[in-house]
């Protein structure tokens, strides 16, 4: 597994919101994160089609949905106070906490 170039933003379980692409605009809670790859899936957005094939015995064969991965340059954060995706930067709190703060209102993101 290769790693990450430079510091990821964005957790597991957060909700962001895809702001380019054909789910444009559209939101989700974030299920797997891939820093090596700088991508990430989102709870049903980027659906995709796999065609399996049975083994006769246990596994089923069909076509199955599941997430697709979406670089995470084109997702944002969602404020919950702004209600939509927001640029987010790190800061360090007194306590020494580095916590995650939206750019223009400031207000903190992380559950502190």
Known sequence: MKEAPYKLRLKKEDIVQVIAGKEKGK???ILAIFPGELRVTIEKLNMVKRHTKGDGKTRQ???FEKEGKIHISNVLLVSDKVGKGVRTKMKKLE???RVRVCVKTGDVLDKV
Do not use: P, V
């Open 27 to 29: 939101k989700g809670k």
């Open 61 to 63: 064969s069909g076509i």
């Open 95 to 97: 306590d020494g906490k």
